[in-house]
């Protein structure tokens, strides 16, 4: 039989030390159960499921009184612990010592290890809100944990920065770094385990004036990639987009700077295209969500795994379409425009602030006017900006974290290279004349975008002034 669990928000339990004659703090944790209120005939208690036979405990404890259980999950109990009971940590001398398992459960409660119960909740809330990166930075007096969820930064957290050592040394633990060095940055990953599900964590650290700042990146590894027809796309961008796959060869590139998008819409792109009958390959920096049906490629400078030398390799493969993450030196370019040219359809990005600039930034990378004019099929510019909450319409509730937004659509314009734009780039007009021509027969620009979605309060003035739409 299924087990009920309540609706209870024990994560948000801050009061739980008010309550009249509380259980200690290692009680709770060990026993897992905290107790909501007491009166004089009856007491209700929290109990984390697997752990209903500690009512006979209480029982003896409460011998007169009525037992009310609520019960709640392993992972709500474990974030309110490491929230709630582990807030007034503090110092604590020394780190864990113990090996990890590669994989980790964050739902794992330790009652002599305060840090790691805090760290856990970290991770729990940074999951259970769709962030994308936590920030960890310390000043004079505290550490400060922010989470970056639908492109801005939340503070989420402050806590004593007596525990620093033990903080920063225990995430070095879990992503396998030199715990003894402060003075140089380090990179690794975590992988950690939720409700069955694999969560991996992109670790940086880097010594600044106060410590060392760290950053993880969140990857969800069994998340579902966003499709064309849900990234809000305007229907000339859709209808441009879906059209370009038919293409047997050439170059479809994607612009905009970093957190703008561009590999979510090409894994999009590559989801719409038929897998079963076309050997897709990509490479990528870092394999952000895994498709299936495609070979996909984890570029490794380290070990000489660059974009470059593996966009050779993956040649031999006999790929119809090559996906390259980003095209960032020249030798990058040329590769992807001969492979374009003899038969492939390559997707790739680049940093530019719109479409139209994709043929500057080529020229830049030694690729000749002719060749861009023969291979390039499209360029989509776009920025994301966030959705207001179609439940509170912009005004903050639960749904949104009290926010006024929820989620984020993208803001894109398109241009097509049709036979008149390719006359004009291979007889080398520049970048300004193409862009004329274009608005003249009615191209629809970044700003048009935006201007479309303020009026139709998609979004707000305020999100499009922070990504620099006047």
Not at 9 to 23: R, W
Not at 97 to 114: C, K, T, W
Not at 215 to 233: D, H, I, M, Q
Request: proline share 2%; net charge negative; hydrophobic share 40%.
């Amino acid at each position: 039989m299924k087990k009920e669990m309540s609706h209870f928000d024990i994560i948000s339990f801050s009061e739980y030390n008010n309550v009249e004659n509380q259980y200690t703090d290692d009680f709770i944790k060990n026993s897992r159960c905290v107790k909501i209120s007491e009166t004089a005939d009856c007491v209700e208690v929290a109990i984390s499921e697997g752990f209903e036979d500690k009512i006979d405990l209480l029982k003896s404890i409460h011998a007169s009184k009525k037992i009310k259980q609520v019960l709640v999950t392993h992972k709500d109990f474990a974030e309110f612990v490491g929230t709630q009971v582990e807030k007034t940590l503090q110092y604590q001398k020394g780190t864990e010592n113990d090996a990890e398992s590669e994989l980790a459960s964050l739902v794992h409660i330790s009652s002599d290890a305060p840090v790691v119960n805090i760290i856990n909740a970290i991770f729990l809330e940074a999951i259970r809100k769709d962030a994308s990166d936590i920030h960890i930075q310390c000043d004079r007096t505290h550490i400060i944990v922010r989470l970056r969820i639908d492109g801005v930064l939340q503070i989420v957290k402050t806590l004593d920065k007596r525990i620093y050592n033990s903080f920063v040394s225990r995430i070095k633990v879990m992503a396998n770094l030199n715990v003894m060095e402060n003075r140089l940055p380090q990179d690794g990953r975590i992988s950690v385990s939720v409700e069955n599900k694999k969560i991996d964590f992109r670790v940086s650290v880097v010594p600044t004036t106060n410590g060392q700042s760290i950053v993880l990146r969140l990857f969800n590894t069994e998340s579902k990639v966003l499709t064309v027809e849900n990234l809000g796309f305007s229907e000339h961008t859709y209808a441009t987009l879906e059209r370009s796959l038919r293409y047997p060869y050439g170059m479809i590139l994607a612009t905009g700077p970093t957190g703008s998008g561009k590999t979510t819409t090409l894994h999009a792109l590559m989801l719409k295209m038929d897998r079963k009958h076309l050997k897709i390959v990509s490479i990528e920096d870092p394999v952000e969500e895994e498709i299936e049906g495609i070979d996909q490629i984890q570029v490794n400078n380290e070990i000489g795994l660059s974009f470059d030398n593996i966009l050779r390799r993956v040649l031999r493969q006999d790929p119809d379409v090559i996906m390259v993450g980003e095209i960032r030196d020249k030798e990058t370019a040329e590769l992807a425009v001969r492979s374009a040219l003899t038969g492939h359809l390559i997707l790739s990005t680049l940093h530019t602030n719109d479409s139209v600039s994709c043929i500057t930034r080529l020229k830049n990378l030694g690729i000749e006017p002719y060749l861009i004019s023969s291979v390039l099929r499209i360029c989509l510019a776009q920025r994301l900006v966030r959705k207001v909450c179609a439940v509170c319409n912009g005004f903050g509730c639960e749904a949104c974290n009290n926010i006024g937004y929820k989620g984020r659509t993208a803001i894109s314009e398109v241009f097509e290279n049709t036979r008149e734009v390719a006359r004009l780039i291979e007889v080398h007009k520049s970048e300004n004349e193409i862009r004329a021509y274009l608005l003249e027969a009615g191209f629809k620009t970044l700003e048009d975008d935006a201007k479309k979605k303020l009026q139709s309060n998609v979004t707000t003035k305020e999100e499009l002034l922070r990504e620099g739409f006047v």
